[in-house]
């Protein structure tokens, strides 16, 4: 949690004003588009369609014109509280720890990542934290990652959005240049089948499935490699257990990739962090509670990878 200091207390103190007074603009205007909406269906229900109707389509209009033009008040808010307090939080963990709410992970970066077969046809991603833990160089964005399908129904094509990944995605210097790529996937039902098809048909696979001498981590994960040699050297035991235990630490089961000199982890989660709040108060004691949890597991997964003692040179 943020330390006490007069830093912090200032901090606050400026951000609870601008927010108070976003909320406050929202509460009054969203009652005026309110009160436009109770005149048009009061005159609809009564008959009184020009004594209430236009009156009322013109309160609604002015409504949401002063939405509008509250916008730009909100941007602002959400940028401070970013770039303030969760800058000032990030400092207390770590002094070279930045957070920019504007560029996070590039699709074409999560593209060549590996962390996934299917690329993204809608693609979101934001507020990337980056810094160093110890020697390693890091980051880690939020990103919504989707694919569509389209089917054919008796009234026209249907679109459907389906998550890739919806989460965090972790990306840290591992130095070491690779020769290939090595990803590491859960062991689901069309993992499963990828390996089949990558064992049985090796032609019609990019990489082929990498046998680790680890039954544990083979339950809970399939390894692909276009380099056997280099993944096997990679994934040493100690760094298979790392994982692992890396793993039990999540929700769900995390993905993995080593590609040019990076490893990439995805890791699936459904909060949306480092928003502020609107309508509750900053002084709430909880506040940032879960950022800071997010923040402190991303630095911490350095150290449970060992990424500082350097095994390997880049060269």
Not at 192 to 214: D, R, Y
Not at 292 to 306: A, H, R, S
Not at 308 to 314: A, H, L, S
Request: one cysteine or more; a neutral charge; hydrophobic letters at 40%.
């Amino acid at each position: 949690m943020i330390e006490d200091g007069d830093a912090r207390q200032q901090i606050l103190t400026e951000l609870e004003a601008l927010r108070k007074e976003v909320y406050n603009i929202k509460i009054k205007n969203y009652s005026i588009v309110g009160i436009g909406t109770l005149v048009v269906v009061t005159g609809i229900a009564f008959g009184v369609l020009i004594p209430a109707i236009v009156p009322g389509i013109a309160i609604l209009i002015y409504g949401f014109v002063m939405l509008s033009k509250a916008g730009p008040k909100e941007t602002q808010y959400r940028y401070s509280y970013k770039h303030s307090l969760v800058a000032y939080a990030l400092k207390t963990i770590d002094e070279s720890l930045k957070i920019d709410s504007a560029q996070a992970l590039s699709v074409e970066a999560f593209i060549s990542s590996r962390l996934f077969a299917k690329a993204p046809d809608r693609y979101q991603s934001e507020d990337q934290v980056y810094g160093f833990a110890g020697k390693t160089k890091f980051s880690f964005s939020e990103v919504h990652a989707e694919y569509k399908t389209v089917s054919q129904t008796k009234n026209g094509q249907r679109v459907d959005w389906h998550d890739i990944l919806k989460g965090v995605v972790f990306c840290a210097d591992f130095n070491k240049n690779f020769k290939g790529t090595t990803m590491v996937r859960p062991k689901d039902f069309s993992a499963a089948f990828g390996a089949w098809i990558s064992m049985t048909l090796p032609i019609f696979a990019s990489a082929e499935v990498v046998k680790l001498e680890n039954t544990d981590f083979d339950k809970t994960f399939i390894t692909y490699s276009n380099d056997q040699v280099e993944a096997r050297y990679i994934l040493t035991p100690s760094l298979m257990e790392r994982i692992s235990e890396l793993n039990k630490r999540s929700k769900e089961t995390i993905s993995l990739s080593f590609t040019g000199s990076l490893v990439f982890i995805a890791f699936p989660l459904n909060e949306n962090y480092f928003e502020p709040p609107i309508s509750k108060s900053l002084l709430d004691k909880n506040l940032l509670q879960k950022d800071i949890e997010l923040i402190q597991f991303m630095y911490g997964i350095v150290k449970e990878l060992d990424l500082n003692t350097r095994i390997w040179g880049k060269n």
